[in-house]
């Protein structure tokens, strides 16, 4: 995920063109306001058979893990891209125009001048978005069904359970969501204060 989202965050903040760059992150923040289930429907059409994508593989990707993947992904983007342009957007152009002109190319202005400046915001950005594509229902259901042993995640395994009144197995199910996504936003926050003291100590 960060593999797609760091080219993109990098764009946000650092494009050339000032409003391809607003476009691209109104297009990264649309899943913040919109209802899942739109963001899941289009992308429904899009995965079927015979969708703009969908008609590029045998079965199209609708009701595959393949697809779900794409959709969580999809759908996590602002929780990803945010941290990393604000963090980028920090980062002064004056030092990376001095970085190429020492002869530095993209690879080495990423490890020596982009990684040590930004890490904090890579690990921040990981975490949010490991943490939301965890407890996404509505893309997940539209795209992936719910096909045990194939496109059924835990969030869509609780309502199973709530629709059949199976309280305890609901109760084990959200208990264990809700305790991951607690513990992995105290370690991140945590680690966050620890790195904020030990820069104002420093």
């Known amino acids: 995920m960060l593999l797609l989202c760091t080219p993109l965050a990098w764009w946000v903040a650092q494009g050339k063109s000032r409003h391809l760059r607003t476009l691209t992150e109104a297009a990264v923040a649309l899943p913040l306001i919109l209802p899942p289930t739109v963001l899941g429907f289009y992308l429904l059409i899009l995965f079927s058979p015979s969708g703009l994508i969908g008609q590029f593989t045998e ?9 779900l993947v794409i959709g969580s992904v999809l759908y996590s983007l602002p929780f990803v891209v945010q941290p990393l342009s604000a963090s980028f957007a920090q980062i002064d152009p004056r030092l990376l125009q001095l970085g190429r002109s020492q002869g530095l190319g993209k690879r080495q202005l990423l490890q020596r001048l982009v990684l040590p400046v930004s890490g904090h915001a890579f690990v921040t950005a990981a975490v949010l978005g490991f943490a939301h594509t965890l407890g ?7 795209i992936g069904g719910n096909i045990p042993g194939e496109t059924q995640v835990l969030s869509i395994l609780l309502f ?6 199976n309280f305890e197995a609901a109760h084990t199910i959200a208990a264990s969501l809700l305790g991951a996504s607690f513990l992995l936003l105290v370690l991140l926050y945590g680690w966050q204060r620890h790195r904020r003291g030990r820069y104002v100590a420093a």
């Not at 079965?59 to 697809?67: E, I, W």
């Not at 996404?136 to 539209?142: K, Q």
């Not at 199973?160 to 009144?165: A, G, N, S």
Request: aromatic share 14%; charged share 20%; glycine share 14%.
């Open 160 to 165: 199973d359970e709530v629709e059949t009144l």
């Open 136 to 142: 996404e229902f509505g893309v997940v259901l539209m």
């Open 59 to 67: 079965t199209g990707l609708a009701f595959t893990f393949t697809g």
